[in-house]
């Protein structure tokens, strides 16, 4: 089911945007959840996400002009599965990427994949 993942959280960590009023933290209340707001101005409470939303922005959003909802989710949809998720290389596991790959001989030929009309765009050696 969706969101069951979600459902068993102890703790739900949150900035303090107006959305997350008395009704949202009505919904943590009791020994089980808790609805922990970050600090105020405090962005390195939430350094993941922060990290995250720089990233997409400066890699992705920043060429882009949208003229509406469904391009701006189509575009940030295909950044996350066919870069940020697959071809870009994560340094904390080696700087591997996650997706496969097709050889390490250093003798292959390199091969570039595009993607979003060429703004994204990762190497690979193929055999």
Known sequence: MNGEPLATRKYWVHDNDGKYGPKFRAL????????????????????????????????CLDHFVFISQAQL??????????????????????????????????EAAIVCDEHLNGVLKSFRRVA
Not at 30 to 37: A, L, T
Not at 38 to 52: G, H, Q, V
Not at 83 to 105: L, S, T
Request: net charge positive.
């Open 73 to 106: 989710r189509s575009v940030v949809e295909t950044y996350v599965t066919k870069h940020f998720n697959v071809h870009r290389p994560h340094q904390g596991i080696g700087n591997i990427p996650i997706g496969p790959w097709d050889a390490d001989d250093s």
């Open 28 to 59: 943590f209340k009791g020994p089980e959840r808790k609805s922990v707001p970050t600090s105020i101005c405090a962005p390195d409470m939430n350094s993941f996400a922060e990290r995250w939303v720089l990233s997409v922005k400066r890699e």
